[in-house]
């Protein structure tokens, strides 16, 4: 599986972006589909995934009520809208997927977001 992200920039505060994730190769494979994210001189962590199905999205508490995540199955391909962005949203973001009795096997190459303040 390959996962190609894309949509980062540079936004001010306030402002939104939309990131998208494209999967290839084994996407039958793929259940679970995420979002992560570093800042410089931290580690990675969690914000955002959803399940094949769709079913209940789970958000990092940082980004819950700001950031959106969504799947489009058809194109193996999900998305994260974020609002209302923060200068500490600032960051590298990556996509993940995992089959679904796994972790996050698949990693994309990240896309940067940084926001001004």
């Known amino acids: 599986v390959q996962l190609q992200a894309s949509g980062g920039g540079l936004v001010q505060a306030g402002g939104s972006l939309k990131l998208s994730c494209a999967a290839s190769?084994?996407?039958?494979?793929?259940?679970?589909m995420g979002w992560f994210r570093q800042a410089p001189g931290k580690e990675r962590e969690f914000v955002a995934t959803i399940a094949r199905g769709g079913g209940t999205p789970y958000y990092a508490d940082s980004v819950n009520g700001r950031f959106t995540i969504s799947r489009d199955n058809a194109k193996n391909t999900v998305y994260l809208q974020m609002n209302n962005l923060k200068p500490e949203d600032t960051a590298v973001y990556y996509c993940?997927?995992?089959?679904?009795?796994?972790?996050?096997?698949?990693w994309g190459q990240g896309t940067q977001v940084t926001v001004s303040s």
């Open positions: 993940a997927a995992r089959p679904q009795y796994s972790g996050y096997d698949y």
């Open positions: 190769g084994r996407t039958f494979s793929i259940y679970g």
